[in-house]
């Protein structure tokens, strides 16, 4: 079945069923079959007599039109794309151990096991969002590279406001928020040793087109479609999303100064500041209640305890709003 979506999705005519069949060395019974079975997923085909069949849907992932659409340097220039894969993470995470070069993007039309941090559920369906892994190799120690999560947060927002016009949150570290609900989450795993960075994965998922949520992610989740009731090209937003990561990435590289220079951009974006906040901390005896105040030159989010009026630096564990 996902042959003849290759070949529909690689010609921009109509194909007949009988080339088709011949491609793929099967009968025209056969690709009709299997034309049916797409529209059953979802696949938007057109079918005319005596012309064929033709892939109308017009926000088609494929690596070849991911590729001539890019305008980055390196971002994204080595693109693996699936239909269907476990985790762009989990993939992308083999092709680093395999010498795969800066930049490399692994994108995936939906991911039966997307994850978020601490082994959460990403949910990622088909033609909604934008499922994608980046590899980075950045030539510092591990210790430094931990606030490539922030600056990812940082080029997402970013990116999705030069295509939308719409301002969004980011809720510390790295989730991005549109009205106060997720519309992105960032997962970033590093391969490391004990001085030196051999690969930085930074996962991105965001609900572009999504219509409707599950119960379980209707109060926490929303998308792009749902916010600006506009349905945004993904192609348009990869782009834009990897043009302000290569920027965010490339001044992080170049400069010694770490997060310091983003510190302030990444405060006056970040939803905490000025909110009541639950900290769950990593151990329970470091849990406790207070007020955003502040972002460090290091990423740390600074929150003004509620028991004892002292300001701590928070670098680890869940924080969540409070809407009291
Ligand atoms: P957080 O750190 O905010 O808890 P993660 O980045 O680990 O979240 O992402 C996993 C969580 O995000 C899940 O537990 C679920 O609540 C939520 N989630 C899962 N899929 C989606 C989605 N497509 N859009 C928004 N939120 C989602």
Redesign the pocket.
Known sequence: MYRVLEILRNTTDYVSGENIGKMLGVTRASVWKHIRQLRNEGYQITSVTNKGYLLTENDILSENIISSALTTKDMGRNTHFFLETDSTNTQLKLLGSKNAPHGTLVIAESMTHGR???G?????PKFT?LWFSLLLRPNIPPQNASVITLLAGIAVSRGIEKVTHVKTDIKWPN?ILLNGK?IC???TEMDCEMDKTNFVILGI?V?VNTKIFPDD?SD??TSIFIETGVIYSRLDLLNSILNELEIVYSKFIAKSSGFSSFARSYQSMCINIGRNLQVIGTMSDNSFTGVGVGITEDGGLLVKRDSDGCTVVVTAGEVSIRNT
Request: proline share 0%; net charge positive; aromatic share 6%.
């Open positions: 978020g941090r601490l959460r559920v990403w949910q990622s969002g989730d997720k989450g960032i997962l998922g609900n992610l926490i989740a």
